[in-house]
C-alpha cells in the first residue's frame, strides 16, 4: 500500500500477485526512477515557454522587497542614526535618500527596479493570457485598460478630484509607469527576442542623442534662453525645457518633473524592455544555474556600461538619463539572480512569505497610504511604549507602521485579494 501515492490505486492492482517478489522489485523500480525524475525537474528549475506559465516566486518577493523601502522600511533604518551615531548607520541613512541631482544612491533603485519587474512578469503574464486562448485583441484591450488604469490612479493620486488643476502635479509615478509598460508591451507582442533586445539600446541611445544635440531657446521677458545641447544641469536640459512648455500645472524643482514625467517613457520604456527579456530569460529551458549566472553576468555587464557611460552622460535620475537606467537595470538584475537563486533554485522560500505578501499588492498599498493614518494607528498601540524607550522611541513607532501595513496586506493576501491593474 506504500507505493499507492508513487502509482495510484489502479496501476497497483494491475501487476500481477503471482510472483509477488517481482512485483516489490518493479515496484521499487519505478519509486527510484520517479524520485530521480523529480530531482531532475528541480534542477532544471521553471518550465520551459511550451509548458503552462507559473508565477515565479522571487520575482514577486522581489517586488515585495522593493516596495519595502517605500511602506516603512526606510524609516525603520533611518531611524537607526540617532541611536548609534555610527559611520555605518550614517552611510546608510544616506543610501536611503535621494541624490539631488547626478549620483546614485540605494533609494534611487526603488523606481526603476520596480519598473524592472513589470518587463519581468510580463512574458508569464502574456504567457498565460495566450494559453487560455484569448485573441491577439483582447490582449491589446487589456494593456489598454491597464495603462488607463495606472494613469487615472496616477492623477488621482496626486490630486486630480481636488479640481485644483493649476496647482495639481500632472506627472505622476503611477502615471509614468502605465506610459511605459504600453510602450513595452506593444514592442514585446509585435516584436523578436532580438528586435526587442535592439530597440531597448535604440531607445538608450536615442535618448542620449535628444540630449546631446536638440538645442532649443525660451523667451523670458527680454532674454532668451537655451536648453539641451549637451546641457545636463537641473535647469538648462532638454527635458526641463519640454515640462515647462507642454506640461500644465505644479512644476517641481523648478521645471524638471521629478524623475516622473511622460517624456522620460523613452528610457521607461527601455527599463521594463530589459526586465521583459529577464523574464524571457528565466522561462527558458535552461538549467536553473545557468539562468543565475545568465542573471548575474548581465548585471555585471549592464552596470560597467552605465557607470562607463556615465563619464559622458551623466547619471541622473530625476530625468532618467541612459546611463541611469543601465546602473539601475545592473543593480536589478543582479537582486533577481540572487533571488531566484535562493528561492526558485535553491528552494528556500519559507524566509521570502514576507516580502510576497507585499510583492502581490504593491499598488494597492502604495495607493492606500495616502489615505489612511498608519501612523496613527501605530501610535494607538505604541505611544506609551516609545515614549518610555528613549531614543528607541522613533524606532519602534517606525516598525509599528510597517507591522501595521504588513497585517493589512498579510489579511488581503489571506483571503486572496489582489488589486489587479
Known sequence: MQYVGILGRDQCASIGHEDQWESRAMLAEVAVNRAQHLEREKMQGPPSSDTPAQRVTSIDALRGFDMLWIIGGEAILRSLHPI?????????????????????????????????????????????????????????????KRTAALIVLGLIYEGLLEFNFAQMRWSAVL??????????????????????????????????????????????????????????????????????????GKHPYGGVTLGAGPFLTITGAANVLIGSLAGRWIRSERSGHR???????????????????????????????????????????????????????????????????I???????????????FGRISSFFLAGVSEH?????????????LLTKWLFLWFLYRHRIFLRV
Not at 541631482?101 to 503574464?125: C, K, N, R
Not at 510583492?359 to 493614518?373: A, K
Not at 524607550?389 to 507602521?401: D, E, H, K, Q, S
Request: hydrophobic share 55%; with cysteine.
Open 84 to 144: 548609534f551615531h555610527h559611520p555605518t548607520t550614517a552611510w546608510i541613512s544616506t543610501q536611503l535618500t535621494h541624490v539631488k541631482w547626478v549620483g546614485f544612491h540605494f533609494y534611487d533603485l526603488i523606481f526603476p527596479l520596480f519598473l524592472f519587474l513589470a518587463g519581468a512578469a510580463l512574458p508569464f503574464s502574456i504567457a498565460r493570457r495566450q494559453e487560455r486562448g484569448e485573441s491577439r485583441s483582447r490582449l491589446y484591450a487589456h494593456i489598454a
Open 291 to 357: 539562468i543565475v549566472l545568465g542573471l548575474a553576468l548581465a548585471g555585471a555587464a549592464s552596470l560597467f556600461t552605465g557607470y562607463l557611460w556615465g563619464q559622458y552622460l551623466p547619471i541622473i535620475k530625476l530625468i532618467w538619463t541612459s546611463s541611469f537606467v543601465l546602473v539601475a537595470c545592473g543593480w536589478s538584475l543582479l537582486l533577481l539572480a540572487l533571488f531566484y537563486w535562493v528561492i526558485d533554485v535553491r528552494g528556500y522560500k519559507k524566509w521570502a512569505f514576507f516580502f510576497v505578501v
Open 389 to 401: 524607550a528613549g531614543t528607541f522611541g522613533p524606532l519602534i513607532l517606525a516598525c509599528g507602521v
Open 359 to 373: 510583492g502581490m499588492n504593491p499598488i494597492t498599498i502604495y495607493f492606500l497610504q495616502v489615505f489612511v493614518d
Open 175 to 248: 502615471t509614468m509607469i502605465g506610459l511605459s509598460y504600453f510602450v513595452a508591451a506593444l514592442i514585446i507582442l509585435n516584436t523578436s527576442i532580438r528586435m526587442q533586445a535592439v530597440i531597448a539600446a535604440g531607445l538608450l541611445l536615442g535618448y542620449w542623442a535628444a540630449l546631446a544635440l536638440i538645442r532649443v531657446p525660451i523667451t523670458k521677458g527680454a532674454t532668451v534662453v537655451f536648453f539641451g545641447a549637451g546641457d545636463y544641469t537641473l535647469q538648462g536640459n532638454l527635458i526641463s525645457y519640454l515640462d515647462q512648455v507642454l506640461l500644465p
